[in-house]
Each structure stands twice: as structure tokens, then as C-alpha cells.
């Protein structure tokens, strides 16, 4: 017993009994109190009274002077054993007669004062005595109190019986009530006590007798149950929202849906806890699922549910199909359900069954089956926090797909962006090359037509002169094809492709030259050597195809290949005609053979893995990091499309790679015929030579004056307009105008628009730095009749004038 | 003790009187001023009927018939006191033709002879008679004031009180020795 229950009961006897004595102290207090007063009142009132009968019957006595008789009379006091003596005063205050008759000398000589007086332990009342109105004598009477102190002391020793008995019950009453109350109060105490310091909310008071204590006790006991309940709810609420917590951290950590559902369910089955998990995906619009993700656990029943990786699994028109429409499906008992889908996991031993879906956008992607032995064994809590999981989970899906959409969205901005700083830089490098060659074609004009015209027009030449000039001649060409080559290095795409007949070997030719750069100097700078071979077959037919693409597409494949010999090592290019038998194409008849051109580009480089040699033509597919534009191998496979050729790729890692081009011969191709070469105009023709270059002109009036025509030149654009227009008014009009297409002020262009207005039947020939490229382009100038490109050569020349004049003549 | 000293006292107030009552004509034997005392108390203790007052106010009237013994002592007792609202006064009657309207009247000794016509004539009147007349009682008077061991005793004759519509208070009569006829 604790000092706190000691308290308790010694403070519920000690009230009563002070009560059960202060009630008994007053009472006795109020009665003894009132007992004096009354009793003094009474024995003061009887006394008086007695008095007055004395004194009435004393009259006769004292007015007749009779003592006998008033000692009779006094001696009827007898009977009052309180009083201790009586007696009479006659009229003159003498004593006249006393009782007890021997009581004399204690009684006072004259008759005192009239009045009532209380001296301790004894009341005297003093009467007069009277006959009418007239006083007789004086009556004295003395009463004893010793009785009233009697009475009181009595009353006190009553009192205190009673206190010893009320005490008495007082504390057997305390004790009953101790039992009864203070108990069941102490035990409710003791279990608050063990509640609040404890915190256990599982003991309870023992039930108490009584109607409000057990009432009182039983409510405690329900609020403790309530409050174990609520705290148990608690926590296991705080169970799951740290387990939401751990799996919603561990799939934010990651951005591949497989591995956010291996994590969800590997939680789930280890702390939810749960017997069968497992994600199955599911396509819009689709009639079954496919799973996608089983608990490691759940493995083993997974092969007892007959469940594998990536089966369908057909849709209920149950659970799963309500599911699918967006519900949480709960079969809290799966033998009862005649569905294949809950019969298998009734079959498998799990009895109960959670179907979550996971919703992105309004639609299920995914559901989550979540199934336990027992059946009816999820809570309406369990069934929550699973609807919450998958909402996270969906969530997690969702910014996963973003991620990755994002993450591509931003590759492809990066590669576009790359691409078009290198087109620019090629635009760039382009037009630099284009005014170069401009101006060295303009250049090298007067020596090539001079050249051809010394061996042309002088016979008389020395040999060893005839070679230097055809030494010349050779260079000049060159200086004008690698001019040439170096101008188309750059081009804009063409809207439409132009088919020309294309000579590959030439092609090959020109494109090692053009590289030879990237392969041989570049790699020597830093010890490297790339050995190039030339395989190229001889008597290779012409193809129909256009002669930059296929160019650009070699440039490219030379470049991939030095980019994979880092090393060093072998190039080799190749062509060769092939007949490729009927059966693998069937595009052609029956018992013939398609003829092709193939082109190879081989390198003895580290090679390509299965995955590169897939992926290697998609458009911004790269190995090289940021030098490389993901574009090369697009553009090659863009121009194989559009010359219906065909790509193939050797390559294994470590082992080089051969990329090969094959392109179809058409049939009907000729064989390109060669100009005639001294090809003539019929007669002299009058010839208006516009050119800004004095040099040009005068080289070009030489050769056609030494052809005999008539030759005026203009030294610019405005100029010829005027020459040209003097010459109409002089009614000697220029049969054939040549003008330069680059001219200061006014160009080519508008001379030509001036003399067509002029003149509409005049040919009009320019000559252009930029000929073979507005050709390509199918650029030329309206007005035009001809455009020959710088250097012109003689016979081009004297070929245009003849078709030109000629056909008109005829 | 008392008592013994009271009886010398008295002895000796007696014996005053007695010597002193020739040469002092005004004054009183003792023995007779405790009778005029007596005839004052009797006053007290008798009532009379209404019809014996004329008025609510009028006096009680003590008279003596025949010689006065009292002297003045009478006079002096009642001067000043009342019964009720009645004041009191003394008168002297020397033949009983003279009394009229009177409430007590003392019969003196000198009138022993004539005391059976006094009576005679007093019948049916509200008047108290009062006698030391020895035996008087029994003849008719209604107090006989007897001197008996030196001590005024009274002898009564209620019949004759009750004859004349008086009545006397039982206090006195308590004290008083009953005579007379049965009335």
C-alpha cells in the first residue's frame, strides 16, 4: 500500500469521525446549552411560580400574624427537593417564620430586595407578598442548582457514549466505505498511474461494485481501449506511411520503370509484409496484361500460378477488368470467385487478393497484384495504403517517361544544333572556296585559252615548245579542276536531284585526292600512318546519279574510316562491276542478271559491335563524341535512297569495317561521246565581248579574232549595254553577245535582260567563275542562251558560237 | 426562639398598654392596635356584594359602635390605603340607629348588653360585624376577636357572613376557628 492510498483512507475515516464528532460535540453543546437556559428558565419559572403560591397563601398568615400557619405554608416546599429554604418577612422586613424551621441564622435578618437572583449553584427569588394592593410581607426562596450541573454532567457523559459509539461506527462505516469506494478509486488511480508513466494503454481498472464507481471504471476501461486502439492504429499507420515514405525515396532515386517496380514490390513483400507480389503491365486498349515484375519471394508460387515473364495474361471480365477501368479490386476470398484469374491464385494457396492500378493520365498503365495465404486477410487500411502506393508509384512512372522524353528532347535539340553549326561552317568554308575559285579561274583564263590557241594556230612550234605548252595546258587543267573540285566542295542541297552520267572511278579519284588531307598529312603530323590502296576495276560502266552526293558520301565513308584506325593502318577503296543473279531482286525478268557498280570503303580500324552496326545509319547516332554530328552515315544511306542503290556493312569489333555501296547500271546508259573537235561557225560573226577583266578580254578577243570574227569588247556592264545599243542604232547589230556574269555595278544578269529587250533574237552567252555550279543548280540567268564556265576552253567555245549561230542561220 | 422573644415583646407592649391606657386616652391598649390592624386586614380578605357601595369609588367604611378602643391607632392604620378603588374611612357610631351606610363595624365591649338588638337591627345588611365580645360568635356576630394565650385569634361565624351577602376569603377563614349555626 503506497503512501498515497494510506492518505486516502486515513483522510476518508478522519473526515468522518471529525464530522460524526463535531455533530456529536455540538449537538451536545446546543443541548446542554439549551438545557441551562432552559432549566435555569424552568427553575427560575417554577420557583417564581412556587413563590407566588406561597405568597398567596401566606397572605392570611402575615396579615393575621399567624407564624404557625405560615410555617405551614412554607412547608409545602417539602415536595420541591431543590429548594433549600424558605421564608417569610413580615410587613416590617422582620423575619417571621422560616423553613426548615433550624435554616434561621443562614438566612438573611431583613427582608431583602425583591428580584430573582442566580448566585453559583443557587437561584433565590425574593417576592413580596400581597392582599390586593397591599404589601403583606416579603417571600424568600432559595432553590438549589446542583441539580441542573447534575443533568449537564449527565448529559456530558451521555455525550461521550455516544461520541465512543458514533466513533465506533464512523470508522466501520469508513472501512465499508473504504471497500466500496475508496478501493475501486485507488485501483482506477494505480492504472492512471501505470497509463501515464508507463504509456501502456493495456491495463485496465478491475471492475467496481456500485453503480457510478462501475460506471466510472467501465468508462476508463473503454477510453483506455479506445485509446489502445487508436494508438495501435497510429501505429501501424506510422508503419505505413514510413514504408510509403522509404519506397516513394527509392523509386524517386530512379528513372527505368523496371527497376521502380522490382523496388516497390521487393518492399511490399518484405515489410507490408504480403505472400504474392507482382506488376503487370498494360497497353492501351489492350484485352490482357503481361507481367512485368515479380517480388523475389513471390518466384517460387509464380511458377505454381503458371505466371511468367512477359505472358499475357488475359482480362477477367471480374476483377481485373474493373481494375483495368481504374478501381482498386479487392477479393478478400479468391476460392469463392468462378474467374480464371483469382481461380489460379486460389489454386496457388493465395486466398486473398489486392488489385491496384496504377493511372497516369487517365489511363492504367500497370496494375499491382498484391496477395496474401489467408483469406479476407487485407484491411480497408492495407487496401488504402496500396491505392496511395500505386498513385506514387504512377507518379514515379510518370516523371520517369517525362525524364527520359525530356532527356531525348534535349539530345536531339543538342545534335540539331551541332548540325547546323557545322552546315554553317560548311556554307561558310564553301563560299570562301567559291570566290577563290572565281578568281582564279578568271586568272588562269588568258594562259589556258592562250596555250590552246599556240598549239592551236602555230605549226611552225619547236617540239620540245609544243611539249612545255602541253605541260602547261595538263597543269592549267588541273589548276582548274582542283579549282573546280574545291568549289563544289560546298553546296547547298538541291530541291531535286539532277541525274547525270557519273564515271565512279573518276569519282573515287577525285575524292582521295580531295581527302588525301585527312588521311595522309593530318595522321603523319602525329606519327601515324594510313596506307590508302586503290582497287579500282578498269572498265567500270557509267551510272545515272549525281556526282556531289556520291562525292560527299565517300568524303564521308574516308573520314569514318580514318576516325577508326586512331592507329593507323589500311585504306582501301574499291570498285568493281557485279552481276547480281535474278531471285535475290526480282525485279527484272527471269534468266537475266542485274548489272551494279559497287564502290567499297574498307578499314582495318576497330570495327563495330553489334549494337553500333544496328544503330550506325540512324540520323544523330554517334561514336565520336562531340566531333562527331550523328549525321555522316544518314547522309550516305540519304543518297543510296535516292539513287535506289543498296548499303551494306562488314564490320565486327576490332576486325575493321567494309561499308558497301552498290549501284544499279542502267542499261540504256551510252558512252559519253566526245565533242567534235574543231568544231566551226559557218561564217565570221560580229561578237560583243563584256568582261570587267582587261586581261580576259584581251586573251579572249585574240583567239576569236583569230578565228576571224569580228570582236568589240566592253570593259564593263553598263558599257556593253551602250556598245550594244550604238550598234543597233547603227543598223550593225551584234550577231552574238559574251558577257562576264560577275561585273561590278552591272553584272552578266542585266546586260543580258538589256540586250534580250534590245535585241530578242541575239544569243547571249555568259561566261562565269560560278558556270559549272549555276549549272548544277539550274540557276542559269533567264535571257541566257549559254553559260560556259572560266577557264573556257577553245572548242566549248567554238562549239556554243556554232550551235548557237548556226542553228539560228538555219 | 423567635417566637419566645416576640412573646416578651409583645408581653411588654401589652403591659405598656395596659398601664398606659387611662392617661392616654388617645391612644390604644396594644392588644387593640393589633384588633385595629385586624379591622383593617378584614377589608382585604371580605367582599361585599356591589349593592353595599354607591358608587365604584365609594369608601369602605369601618365604624366602631359604642365606645371607641382604638383611639386614633384606627384612624392612623387606614389613612392613605384603599381596597380595590375604594378609598377607606372610619366613623364612631354610639347607638346602632346611627348606623347607615357602613362595610365593617366593631361592636365594643360597652355594647355586651345591647349586642342581640344591635344585631337584630343589623340583619340583612352588607355589613362585616366584628366583636371581642367573648362568645359573640355564637351570637350572631360574624368575627369574634378572641385573645387567647396572648395571641388574637378569630372565631367565625360564616353562616351569619353568608346571611348578610358577604363573603369571607378562605385564607381567613383558614386561620379562624369556625362557629356559630350551621347555616
Redesign the interface.
Known amino acids: 500500500m503506497t503512501a498515497r492510498t494510506r492518505r486516502i483512507r486515513r483522510s476518508l475515516i478522519g473526515m468522518l469521525l471529525l464530522t460524526t464528532g463535531i455533530v456529536v460535540v455540538l449537538t451536545t453543546a446546543a443541548f446542554s446549552v439549551y438545557e441551562v437556559v432552559t432549566t435555569r428558565e424552568l427553575a427560575s419559572r417554577d420557583l417564581a411560580t412556587l413563590a407566588k403560591l406561597i405568597a398567596a397563601n401566606s397572605t392570611a398568615a402575615l396579615a393575621f400574624d399567624n407564624p404557625g400557619d405560615a410555617r405551614r405554608v412554607l412547608a409545602t416546599v417539602r415536595t420541591e427537593r431543590h429548594v433549600s429554604a424558605a421564608a417569610l418577612y413580615s410587613r416590617d422586613g422582620t423575619l417571621f417564620a422560616t423553613y426548615p424551621a433550624t435554616v434561621g441564622k443562614s438566612l438573611p435578618a431583613r427582608a431583602p430586595a425583591v428580584g430573582e437572583r442566580f448566585a453559583p449553584s443557587q437561584l433565590v427569588v425574593v417576592q413580596g407578598v400581597f392582599q390586593g394592593n397591599l404589601r403583606l410581607g416579603t417571600l424568600y426562596l432559595k432553590s438549589d442548582l446542583g441539580v441542573i450541573y447534575e443533568r449537564i454532567r449527565l448529559y456530558a457523559l451521555i455525550a461521550g457514549i455516544i461520541l465512543a459509539l458514533a466513533g465506533a461506527s464512523a470508522y466501520l462505516i469508513a472501512s465499508r466505505l473504504q471497500r466500496e469506494i475508496s478501493d475501486p478509486i485507488l485501483a482506477l488511480a494505480e492504472t492512471a498511474t501505470a497509463v501515464s508513466q508507463k504509456g501502456d494503454y493495456s491495463v485496465r481498472a478491475p471492475p467496481a461494485p456500485g453503480h457510478e464507481l462501475g460506471l466510472l471504471t467501465g468508462a476508463f476501461n473503454h477510453m483506455l481501449t479506445r485509446i489502445e486502439e487508436a494508438q495501435s492504429r497510429l501505429h501501424i499507420q506510422l508503419a505505413r506511411l514510413d514504408l510509403l515514405h522509404r519506397i516513394t525515396r527509392a523509386i524517386g532515386d530512379r528513372l527505368d520503370l523496371s527497376s521502380i517496380f522490382q523496388v516497390v514490390v521487393g518492399t511490399l513483400e518484405a515489410d507490408l509484409p504480403i505472400d504474392f507480389g507482382c506488376i503487370c503491365t498494360h497497353e492501351p486498349g489492350a484485352q490482357f496484361i503481361r507481367l512485368q515484375s515479380i517480388g523475389a519471394r513471390s518466384l517460387a508460387l509464380a511458377g505454381a500460378l503458371g505466371l511468367s515473364q512477359g505472358e499475357p495474361i488475359p482480362i477477367d471480365p471480374n476483377g481485373l477488368s474493373r481494375c483495368i477501368g481504374g478501381e482498386l479490386v479487392y477479393e478478400p476470398d479468391t476460392s469463392s470467385l468462378p474467374f480464371p484469374f483469382p481461380k489460379r491464385f486460389a489454386g496457388a494457396g493465395i486466398h486473398s487478393l489486392v488489385i491496384a492500378p496504377m493511372i497516369v493520365e487517365q489511363s492504367v498503365f500497370s496494375i499491382l497484384v498484391a496477395g496474401r495465404c489467408a483469406s479476407e486477410a487485407f484491411s480497408s487500411a492495407d487496401c488504402e495504403f496500396l491505392d496511395h502506393l500505386c498513385g506514387h508509384v504512377a507518379l514515379a512512372a510518370r516523371q520517369a517517361q517525362l525524364h527520359g522524353a525530356l532527356r531525348q528532347a534535349y539530345d536531339d535539340l543538342r545534335r540539331s544544333q551541332q548540325a547546323v553549326m557545322q552546315q554553317e561552317r560548311l556554307r561558310a568554308l564553301g563560299q570562301m572556296a567559291s570566290g577563290i575559285a572565281h578568281d582564279i579561274n578568271n586568272a588562269i583564263s588568258p594562259v589556258a585559252l592562250y596555250t590552246e590557241s599556240l598549239l592551236e594556230r602555230e605549226p611552225n612550234l619547236s617540239d620540245r615548245a609544243r611539249g612545255y605548252l602541253g605541260t602547261i595546258q595538263r597543269a592549267i587543267e588541273d589548276v582548274a579542276d582542283t579549282v573546280a573540285r574545291m568549289r563544289e566542295f560546298y553546296r547547298p542541297r538541291e530541291p531535286q536531284l539532277v541525274l547525270a552520267r557519273v564515271a565512279l572511278n573518276r569519282t573515287v579519284e577525285h575524292v582521295v585526292d580531295l581527302t588525301r588531307a585527312r588521311w595522309s598529312d593530318v595522321p603523319q603530323q602525329r606519327g601515324i600512318v594510313i596506307q590508302l590502296h586503290k582497287e579500282l576495276s578498269p572498265d567500270l560502266p557509267q551510272i545515272m546519279g549525281a556526282e556531289g552526293e556520291i562525292r560527299d558520301a565517300l568524303t564521308n565513308l574516308i573520314f569514318n574510316a580514318v576516325d577508326a584506325m586512331p592507329q593507323g593502318g589500311t585504306l582501301t577503296v574499291r570498285t568493281r562491276a557485279s552481276f547480281i543473279p535474278d531471285g535475290s531482286c526480282g525485279a527484272v525478268g527471269a534468266g537475266e542478271a542485274e548489272r551494279r557498280v559497287t564502290v567499297e570503303v574498307a578499314d582495318s580500324g576497330i570495327g563495330m559491335d553489334e549494337e553500333t552496326r544496328r544503330r550506325c545509319l540512324e540520323p544523330f547516332y554517334t561514336t565520336k563524341g562531340e566531333r562527331g554530328t550523328g549525321l555522316g552515315l544518314a547522309m550516305v544511306y540519304g543518297m543510296v535512297q535516292r539513287h535506289s542503290a543498296e548499303l551494306e556493312i562488314d564490320s565486327k569489333p576490332g576486325c575493321g569495317a567494309t561499308v558497301r555501296l552498290s549501284f544499279p547500271v542502267t542499261s540504256e546508259a551510252p558512252q559519253v561521246s566526245a565533242p567534235s573537235m574543231r568544231a566551226q561557225p559557218e561564217r565570221r560573226l560580229s561578237i560583243l565581248l563584256v568582261d570587267d577583266d582587261p586581261l580576259l578580254i584581251k586573251s579572249l578577243r585574240d583567239i576569236l579574232e583569230g578565228d576571224g570574227h569580228r570582236v568589240t569588247a566592253a570593259d564593263g556592264g553598263q558599257h556593253g549595254i551602250d556598245e550594244f545599243t550604238a550598234a543597233q542604232k547603227r543598223e550593225m547589230p551584234f550577231e552574238v553577245v559574251i558577257t562576264d556574269l560577275g561585273m561590278p555595278y552591272v553584272d552578266g544578269r542585266r546586260v543580258a535582260a538589256a540586250v534580250r529587250a534590245a535585241s530578242p533574237t541575239t544569243p547571249i552567252i555568259l561566261l562565269t567563275g560560278w558556270g559549272r555550279r549555276l549549272l548544277a543548280e539550274n540557276d542559269i540567268p533567264p535571257h541566257v542562251d549559254r553559260v560556259l564556265g572560266k577557264p573556257p576552253k577553245l572548242m566549248e567555245l567554238r562549239a556554243a558560237l556554232a550551235d548557237l549561230t548556226g542553228s539560228r542561220a538555219a | 426562639m ?2 419566645i422573644l ?1 412573646r416578651i415583646a409583645l408581653l411588654a407592649v401589652l403591659c405598656g398598654a395596659l398601664g398606659l391606657a387611662p392617661c392616654s386616652p388617645a391612644k390604644a391598649a396594644p392588644e387593640y392596635r ?1 384588633k385595629a390592624a ?1 379591622l383593617f ?1 378584614f377589608s ?2 371580605v367582599s361585599w356584594p356591589p349593592q353595599a357601595f354607591a358608587s365604584a369609588t365609594a369608601p369602605v367604611v369601618i365604624a366602631v359602635l359604642g365606645r371607641n378602643p382604638f383611639g386614633s391607632d384606627l384612624i392612623a392604620i387606614v389613612r392613605g ?4 378603588e375604594h378609598p377607606l374611612i372610619v366613623r364612631q357610631y354610639s347607638d346602632v340607629s346611627e348606623v347607615d351606610r357602613c362595610h365593617i363595624l366593631f361592636i365594643d365591649r360597652s355594647e355586651t348588653a345591647r349586642l342581640p338588638q344591635i344585631l337584630e337591627a343589623l340583619r340583612g345588611r352588607n355589613i362585616l360585624t366584628v366583636s371581642d365580645i367573648d362568645g359573640s360568635a355564637q351570637t350572631g356576630v360574624m368575627i369574634d376577636l378572641v385573645n387567647r394565650d396572648h ?2 385569634r ?1 372565631e367565625i361565624n360564616n353562616g351569619a357572613a353568608r346571611a348578610s351577602g358577604l363573603t369571607i ?1 378562605s ?2 377563614l ?2 379562624a376557628r369556625i362557629v356559630g349555626p350551621k347555616a
Not at chain 2, 390605603?81 to 380595590?84: A, L, Q
Open positions: 423567635s417566637s416576640r393589633v385586624f386586614n382585604q380578605f390605603e384603599r381596597v380595590g395571641h388574637i378569630m376569603s385564607d381567613l383558614r386561620l
